[in-house]
């Protein structure tokens, strides 16, 4: 079975940075296209930013400059670097991958961003 597991989230003060880390297991992660998303308290599923399999990078435009989106092949995991983070940052940021037909999302990390 599938599994991506996020970590990193967490308590911030705004202007603060957080690294969020996505593992997983059991894919071929290096043909996976890997993004992450997010959902605020009371919004829907949003987003964020894409890494594809050959290491181009898409962002939300919003978070364009402070987020940053990276892939490691060798360990399977892809991280996302929020930096500058504001309390309209505050979500669940879901990890999610992608290939054809297939997607498999992860449970989520929470990130609340407050002073």
């Known amino acids: 079975q599938v599994q991506l597991v996020e970590s990193g989230g967490g308590l911030v003060q705004p202007g603060g940075s957080l690294r969020l880390s996505c593992a997983a297991s059991?894919?071929?992660?290096?043909?996976?296209?890997m993004e992450w998303y997010r959902q605020a308290p009371g919004k829907q599923r949003e987003f964020v930013a894409r890494?594809?399999?050959?290491?181009?990078?898409n962002y939300t435009d919003s978070l364009k400059g402070r987020f940053t989106i990276s892939r490691d092949n060798a360990k399977d995991t892809v991280n996302l670097q929020m930096n500058s983070l504001k309390p309209e940052d505050t979500a669940v940021y879901y990890c999610?991958?992608?290939?054809?037909?297939?997607?498999?999302w992860g449970q989520g990390t929470r990130v609340t961003v407050s002073s």
């Open positions: 999610s991958a992608y290939f054809n037909a297939l997607r498999y």
């Open positions: 059991r894919i071929i992660f290096s043909i996976y296209t």
């Open positions: 890494v594809t399999r050959t290491g181009n990078t």
